[in-house]
């Protein structure tokens, strides 16, 4: 149901695009959220945007560096890096949340997940 994409291996200093491709099933309402995951470490929220409200809410740590998107038309979410550092190697994850009509960072809130896809930046 959501499937992601554009990970890979990047210099510090580089960029890179991720795109979660998102199926039908998951209504074009619901809230998206990019998440990530470094081994030995809990998976913590990226960004958030809610549709319903134009709201965007976007990490501390990754502020001015990440952009999150979402083209309607193309049902994919996107999620732009920059300025990476060997900080952000994770999975990445996109995620829906199905039953809350708020943009939200919170893990719990999300009950669609894809399957990650990898950055590392070296």
């Known amino acids: 149901q959501l499937v992601e994409s554009g ?10 695009r991720l ?3 998102i199926s ?43 952009a999150i998107s979402k083209d309607n038309a193309k049902n994919t979410l996107y999620l732009e890096m920059n300025s990476l550092s060997p900080e952000d190697t994770a999975m990445y994850y996109c995620a829906a949340s199905g039953w809350t009509f708020t ?15 990898q950055v590392t930046v070296s």
């Open 7 to 16: 990970g890979g291996s990047v210099q510090a200093g580089g960029s890179l």
């Open 19 to 21: 795109s979660c491709e």
């Open 24 to 66: 039908l099933y998951i209504y074009s309402s619901y809230c998206m959220g990019w998440f990530r995951q470094a081994p030995g470490k809990e998976r913590e929220a990226v960004a958030a945007h809610y549709t319903g409200t134009a709201t965007t809410y976007v990490a501390d740590s990754v502020k001015g560096r990440f």
């Open 103 to 117: 943009a939200t960072m919170r893990v719990v809130d999300y009950n669609y997940w894809g399957q990650g896809t």
